[in-house]
């Protein structure tokens, strides 16, 4: 299976990725994360987008179809994979065309209000990517990893600035992708809000996939 997760940030992409990918026994992944790992481990490529990913603005097209290009040709992607935040333009889409057929783009719908929310609520482990919310889905040590035991962070671009922006930038940039994949007859919604606990999104999710 090879398909997109497309939404807002905070629209819970990665929660759900982080169950599908064990159940379809698929590779998730995450261009957020891949960027974000660059820049832990200071290469080149994260010293490019450092500053970018801080503010919310979104990384050059080049680079990103770049990034993705190599990782879905690697020999894990074979039977499929998740893309969680990418394609986010049309000229990403185009170049992911040329390079896959994709089976489904799942659209994950959830108003403003609850985006604002979990961003501003959202906790990940620095190490693993592992998503917290302080409220929705709490660490079982206040500010720990459940796993690790690491000191969990906020990041950057989840400080209030910052998420106005990136909505803003949803908006404009990545929002039209809905329209592109649902004239090509793939794009599946999945309706969400915080009353749904990521369980019974992941439930909703493999319904429509099904
Ligand atoms: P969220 O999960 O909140 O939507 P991500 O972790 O997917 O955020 O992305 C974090 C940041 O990484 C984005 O704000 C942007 O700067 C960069 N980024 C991730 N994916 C892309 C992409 N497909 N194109 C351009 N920039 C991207
Ligand atoms: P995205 O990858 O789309 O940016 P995340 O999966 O990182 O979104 O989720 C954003 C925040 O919302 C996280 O803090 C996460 O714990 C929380 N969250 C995810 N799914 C739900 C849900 N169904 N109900 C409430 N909070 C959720």
Redesign the pocket.
């Known amino acids: 299976m090879k398909m997109v997760f497309l939404?807002?940030?905070?629209?819970?992409?990665?929660?759900?990725a982080a169950k599908a990918k064990d159940y379809y026994s698929i590779p998730h992944i995450s261009t957020g994360d891949l960027f974000r790992n660059n820049i832990k481990n200071e290469t080149e490529l994260g010293k490019q987008v450092k500053a970018i990913l801080a503010s919310g603005s979104l990384v050059p097209d080049s680079i990103t179809i770049e990034m993705v290009r190599q990782r879905i040709a690697e020999p894990d992607c074979e039977k499929g994979f998740i893309l969680?935040?990418f394609p986010r333009t049309i000229a990403q889409a185009d170049a992911l065309a040329d390079m896959v057929e994709l089976d489904a783009v799942v659209n994950?719908v959830i108003s403003n209000e609850e985006v604002v929310e979990?961003?501003s609520?959202?906790?990940m482990c620095p190490s693993t990517g592992r998503?917290?919310?302080v409220k929705?889905?709490p660490p079982k040590v206040e500010g720990k990893d459940d796993e690790t035991g690491e000191d969990l962070i906020q990041r950057d671009d989840d400080k209030p600035e910052a998420i106005l922006h990136r909505l803003d930038v949803y908006a404009e940039q990545t929002e039209p992708l809905i329209n592109y994949y649902r004239e090509k007859g793939i794009l599946k919604d999945v309706l969400?809000s915080?009353s749904?606990?990521?369980d019974?999104?992941f439930e909703a999710t493999k319904a429509i996939l099904k």
């Open positions: 939404g807002p940030p905070g629209a819970g992409k990665g929660t759900v969680d935040g994950f979990r961003l609520g959202r906790r998503i917290y919310h929705f889905n969400t915080n749904m606990n990521p019974k999104v």
